[in-house]
């Protein structure tokens, strides 16, 4: 290990050029933590929030974008066990992923699944965390169920569509092209929603209504949700693109006995998200190990080029999860 580092950093709030590459001191484990060298970055819709100055960083995280990495653990700081310098590993990050080497809690680490490549295992655990967290512990989806992931062809939609067929649920899901419509009916949706011609609510209230509904659009999609529900249905929100506020008419909550809840994964305390790790380790680990489930890949930046990434991703014009190339 060197004393610096390249990293990318966030120069001022603002769109993509903002973000300039660097040198920093390369960071030191603390208890409970260790050091990887990073190979491939994750590259998340949380990090362009951060960059635009909408989503700062917790108190004690580092200030540098990047919530999900892989690469080899380098050093090992004082309380840890199970993990080995040496050790190949893909990990959930407070922050700093953008960098040559990040510091993050071992217990936020999961080993790289077999026959998967650093840079596939750089796209799972941001979008493997929320989505376990939110659709199976908050949600409680059970095989036979009927769900719908709005942005189907996002990090956190292919992920869905996977994971919920993969516990034997039926997948519904909106994507915004015919391509994108395709993508996620190869990926195990059994109706794939082209959002700018066609309404989901009429769509699956003929099926029944939803069971569960995983949002990340918020605004007006809200009210509609709640109208696609079936009777005792529950909505999980875990952004809001289209806006945080909008009206709800509550009477329709109380009489179809419906649930809204919620959750952000960067602000829970690093036991919640061990949890949410082990967790992964025992069901979801397995899947991704015989090939079951796998991540969708979109396209690879170096890391000096991490405006363009967040411009690609930004245009919505990906399908999947968008890497950036660090060492």
């Not at 003929?206 to 909505?235: C, H, Q, S, T």
Request: hydrophobic content about 45%.
């Amino acid at each position: 290990m060197t004393e610096m580092m390249r990293a990318v950093e966030i120069t001022e709030a603002g769109g993509p050029e903002v973000l300039k590459l660097t040198e920093r001191p390369v960071p030191e484990p603390a208890h409970g933590q260790v050091i990887i060298q990073v190979a491939w970055a994750g590259v998340n819709r949380p990090d362009a929030l951060q960059r635009a100055g909408l989503y700062a960083p917790p108190p004690t995280a580092s200030d540098l974008p990047g919530l999900e990495a892989s690469g080899e653990v380098v050093a090992v700081g004082d309380g840890v066990s199970g993990l080995e310098i040496g050790d190949q590993v893909c990990a959930l990050l407070p922050g700093g992923g953008y960098a040559e080497y990040v510091a993050t809690p071992a217990a936020h680490c999961l080993p790289v699944p077999k026959n998967m490549s650093l840079r596939e295992a750089a796209c799972l655990p941001e979008t493997f965390f929320t989505v376990w967290s939110n659709v199976f512990g908050r949600g409680g989806l059970q095989a036979g169920e009927r769900f719908l992931v709005h942005g189907g062809s996002s990090g956190i939609g292919t992920t869905a569509i996977q994971l919920a067929r993969a516990f034997g649920a039926r997948v519904f899901t909106t994507a915004g092209s015919a391509e994108k419509c395709d993508a996620c009916a190869a990926l195990g949706a059994e109706i794939a929603i082209n959002y700018r011609e066609q309404d989901f609510v009429k769509i699956l209230r003929d099926e029944g209504g939803a069971d569960l509904i995983l949002d990340m659009v918020g605004g007006d999609y809200i009210p509609r949700n709640l109208k696609a529900l079936a009777d005792d249905g529950r909505l999980i929100q875990i952004a809001f693109l289209g806006g945080a506020k909008v009206e709800v008419n509550f009477a329709t909550l109380m009489t179809r006995r419906l649930t809204m809840t919620g959750s952000t994964l960067r602000p829970q305390s690093d036991l919640a998200k061990a949890r949410i790790a082990q967790e992964l380790r025992e069901s979801v680990w397995p899947l991704l190990d015989t090939g079951q489930v796998a991540p969708v890949m979109d396209q690879a930046f170096d890391l000096e080029d991490a405006s363009k990434a967040h411009a690609r991703m930004e245009s919505s014009g990906h399908i999947g999860k968008i890497v950036l190339k660090v060492s």
